[in-house]
């Protein structure tokens, strides 16, 4: 079963404007969050962390917001900019640091 | 620092090869990762080395094998490639122990079987 899910498998944003990219998990041992970024023929590069015991973490134009009870949390970036077009992974790990990945969510930045 | 390198590339294997996908990090990381990723299944964990000395099974290790051969190597190798095994394969790697989550990820090995 998927433990934690991307049910977006893409979105289009206008450049300047708001992305928000949602995942949603099921284990509630999960106790740390994080979002990686992937341009093509790439890694993974991390992008932004959360602890369970925080409901946000902000780096730049990047936050994540973190909703425990309803399992779920989500990523804005604003503005968003033709350089983050990229596929984005939630990632979400209990205390054996092990990560457990969404499918991914392909996100283009239009002009 | 290289970070996290892989090699090959590219591979194209026949049924029933075998070959051996190297990684190395030059991080002093303890622990260290391989996943492969396929259309609409994100990551899947294979195998992990949380420390030098010690391997342990994944999400998905049927089929394959890996080697910890020191600190900065983890091998991945396939004894009898399958067509199921046609995947993008990363190595990644972590500081290991208590609190370190984050993990750094090599630019992949694109393999098909045929």
């Known amino acids: 079963d998927q433990q934690v899910k991307q049910n977006s498998p893409s979105l289009s944003v206008q450049e300047g404007r708001i992305s928000i990219l949602n995942c949603d998990y099921t284990n509630s041992m999960f106790d740390y969050f994080l979002w990686y970024k992937k341009y093509p023929a790439e890694g993974p590069t991390f992008l932004i962390s959360i602890s369970s015991i925080k409901d946000k973490n902000e780096d730049g134009r990047f936050t994540v917001f973190l909703n425990k009870s309803a399992k779920h949390l989500s990523l804005h970036i604003v503005p968003s900019q033709p350089g983050d077009s990229a596929v984005y992974f939630c990632a979400a790990s209990t205390l054996s640091s092990k990560l457990t990945f969404g499918t991914g969510t392909r996100l283009q930045v239009t002009l | 620092n290289a970070g996290v390198t892989q090699t090959p590339k590219f591979q194209v294997l026949k049924t029933g090869q075998s070959m051996t996908l190297q990684c190395a990090q030059d991080?002093?990381?303890?622990?260290m990762y391989w996943y492969r990723q396929d259309p609409g299944m994100g990551l899947r964990l294979i195998y992990y080395?949380?420390?030098?000395?010690?391997?342990d099974k994944g999400e998905v290790p049927n089929g394959y094998n890996v080697s910890r051969l020191n600190k900065r190597e983890f091998s991945l190798r396939l004894e009898s490639a399958a067509p199921s095994q046609t995947s993008v394969y990363f190595c990644a790697s972590s500081p290991g122990g208590a609190g370190t989550y984050e993990q750094y990820f090599g630019p992949g090995t694109r393999l098909t079987v045929t």
């Open positions: 080395s949380a420390s030098e000395g010690t391997t």
């Open positions: 991080m002093n990381h303890n622990s």
